[in-house]
C-alpha cells in the first residue's frame, strides 16, 4: 500500500500504472471486449476504411483491426507476462542460492549464469528457433533460457547486500532454518529489487516478440499479433496508415508504460534518486515523493 501510494505522487508512474491494467485486463477479457471474431474473413471489406462498425478499418483479408489489436495483447504481452514470471522464478530461486549460501554454490551457479550471458539474447533465441522451429511458444522458451541467468546474476548481488546484517546473522545464530531466513528476512527485502529488474526487462521483452514475429518466426496466421500485424500491413502504410499505426503506437504505448513504471519503482527503491533525477511532466516538476529510509533494529 505504501509503494502504491508513493506511484500514486508520480502523476506518469501512475498513467503507465494504469495502462498497463487495462491492456492486461483487456487481453484477458479479449472475446468480451472485441466487437468482432478476429480470424473471419471478409473480402467485400478488404482495406476499408474506418466506420462505426469497424473503428480501425479492415486489413487485406477485410478482418477487424481492432479485434485483432485486442487479440494480440495474448501473444504479445500475457504470453510475455508468463515468460517473465517463469524466469523470475528460475532467476529468484538459483540467485538467492547463490547469495545466501556463497561458497561453492555461488560458483557452479555464476559460473553456468557465465556461460549464458557470453551470447547476446538475440543470437541464443535465433539459434534456438532454427533448431527447434519457429512459432511463439519456441520463442518464449527461448527467452526464459536466456532471461534467467541474467535475473539470477541480479538478484544474487542484492541477497548479498543483506544476507550479512545483524539480524540474519542472529536468525542463523539460534538456528533458524535456511528456508525460513530467507523467506521472511530476505525475500521482503529484495523484493523492490525484482520488482524493479522484471518492470525493465519486461519492455524490450515485448520488442523482441514483436520483432520476431515481424520477421515471421513468432506466432503464425491466422493467429492475432502485433509484429505480425505491422508485417501483414506494411504494403498498404501509405494508403492506409491506420492498419500499421494501431498495431505500431500499442508497442510504443506499452513499452513506455513498463519503462516509466520501472524508473518510478527505481526511485521508490531509492529514494536518492528524486534529487538526482528530477522528471518533468508538461514542463512542470513532480511533487517529491518524501520517502522514509528503512531502519534495520
Not at 18 to 40: K, Q, S, W
Not at 117 to 139: D, H, K, Q, R
Not at 173 to 195: E, N
Request: proline share 4%.
Amino acid at each position: 500500500m505504501k509503494l502504491l501510494k508513493q506511484l500514486g505522487q508520480d502523476k506518469l508512474a501512475a498513467i503507465s500504472l494504469i495502462i498497463i491494467v487495462i491492456t492486461v485486463v483487456v487481453g484477458i477479457f479479449a472475446p468480451l471486449c472485441a466487437p468482432h471474431p478476429p480470424n473471419d474473413v471478409n473480402m467485400a471489406l478488404r482495406h476499408a476504411s474506418p466506420s462505426w462498425s469497424y473503428l480501425l478499418g479492415n486489413d487485406h483479408l477485410g478482418r477487424c483491426v481492432l479485434s485483432r489489436l485486442i487479440y494480440g495483447i495474448r501473444p504479445s504481452v500475457l504470453a510475455v507476462l508468463v515468460a517473465l514470471i517463469v524466469s523470475v522464478l528460475i532467476g529468484a530461486l538459483l540467485g538467492f542460492l547463490a547469495g545466501y549460501f556463497r561458497g561453492k554454490v555461488d560458483a557452479v551457479i555464476m559460473r553456468c549464469c557465465d556461460v549464458m550471458l557470453s551470447f547476446p539474447g538475440y543470437v541464443m533465441t535465433l539459434a534456438f528457433v532454427g533448431i527447434f522451429g519457429v512459432g511463439l511458444e519456441n520463442i518464449l522458451i527461448a527467452f526464459i533460457l536466456v532471461k534467467w541467468a541474467w535475473f539470477a546474476r541480479v538478484i544474487r548481488t542484492s541477497v548479498m547486500q543483506y544476507a550479512e546484517l545483524e539480524y540474519v546473522t542472529f536468525s542463523k545464530a539460534i538456528g533458524m532454518r535456511h528456508v525460513t531466513i530467507m523467506y521472511k528476512h530476505l525475500l521482503p527485502v529484495t523484493f523492490l529489487d525484482i520488482a524493479v529488474i522484471s518492470s525493465s526487462a519486461i519492455g524490450s521483452m515485448v520488442l523482441q516478440i514483436s520483432g520476431f514475429s515481424f520477421l515471421g518466426l513468432g506466432i503464425q496466421a491466422p493467429n492475432a499479433e502485433w509484429g505480425m500485424m505491422l508485417n501483414e500491413a506494411r504494403d498498404i502504410m501509405f494508403t492506409q496508415p491506420q492498419v500499421m499505426l494501431a498495431p505500431g503506437l500499442a508497442i510504443i504505448i506499452v513499452v513506455s508504460a513498463f519503462n516509466f513504471l520501472s524508473d518510478a519503482l527505481q526511485v521508490a527503491l531509492d529514494p536518492k534518486l528524486i534529487n538526482a533525477k528530477q522528471r518533468k511532466v508538461g514542463g512542470k516538476p513532480l511533487s517529491k515523493v518524501v520517502i522514509k529510509e528503512k531502519e534495520v533494529i
